[in-house]
């Protein structure tokens, strides 16, 4: 499985920090928004369907927790 790299993070942390220096709070939200970006895009798939598959997954655990 491919994984973001450090070097990636970093590249992230220094593009947001650019667009938005003075809220640490917004930097957070948009670095999360880079790193599933990624995420998708390494396994071949849109922002959408990446979200929607780790709903999936969360909802399929879930249900074999309690049944």
Same mark, same amino acid.
């Given at each position: 499985?491919?994984? #973001?790299?450090? *070097? ?11 667009? @938005? +220096? ?8 948009? #670095?999360?928004? *880079? ?11 849109? @922002? +959408? ?19």
């Amino acid at each position: 499985m491919n994984k #973001i790299t450090e *070097k990636e993070l970093r590249k992230f942390r220094r593009a947001v920090a650019r667009e @938005f +220096p003075h809220d640490p709070a917004l930097q957070q939200v948009h #670095i999360a928004r *880079k790193i599933i970006a990624r995420e998708a895009e390494l396994r071949g798939m849109s @922002f +959408p369907e990446y979200v929607i598959s780790l709903r999936r997954h969360q909802r399929q655990a879930r249900v074999r927790h309690v049944g």
